[in-house]
């Protein structure tokens, strides 16, 4: 007997223009670096996390981001960081993918205990 082939659905990232809030925890993503390469390899963690979780291979990272994740120089990125992803459609003419992220920083958060993924509704 042949062995069964199992097809995967795809999943369409084009019909849905959606706002997710995460929490990143960059500790494990930056653990075991050289200190001058920490806050550089967290930032690449930010947008490769949210090329994974958006499933779109354009991501943005926002001015207030860049700032939080430097904030405590080169050596010491935050160990977790909250972080709000928007899946808006790309209106350029040339653009090679019809949709593309923004990546911005969740101000306000003290405590990362207990949240969860957020799905935000309606923020335009």
Do not use: C
């Amino acid at each position: 007997m042949a062995p069964e082939t199992k097809t995967r659905k795809q999943r369409s990232a084009l019909q849905d223009v959606v706002t997710r809030e995460y929490t990143i925890h960059l500790h494990k993503r930056v653990h075991d670096l050289s200190f001058k390469k920490k806050s550089p390899k967290a930032v690449k963690a930010v947008v490769a996390f949210a090329q994974k979780a958006m499933g779109v291979k354009d991501v943005r990272v926002t001015p207030s981001l860049n700032q939080a994740i430097w904030a405590r120089g080169v050596r010491s990125p935050p160990r977790r960081i909250r972080v709000r992803l928007e899946r808006k459609r790309n209106d350029d003419e040339g653009a090679k993918e019809k949709l593309y992220v923004v990546a911005s920083v969740v101000e306000g958060v003290t405590s990362f205990k207990g949240l969860e993924t957020v799905v935000v509704e309606g923020d335009e």
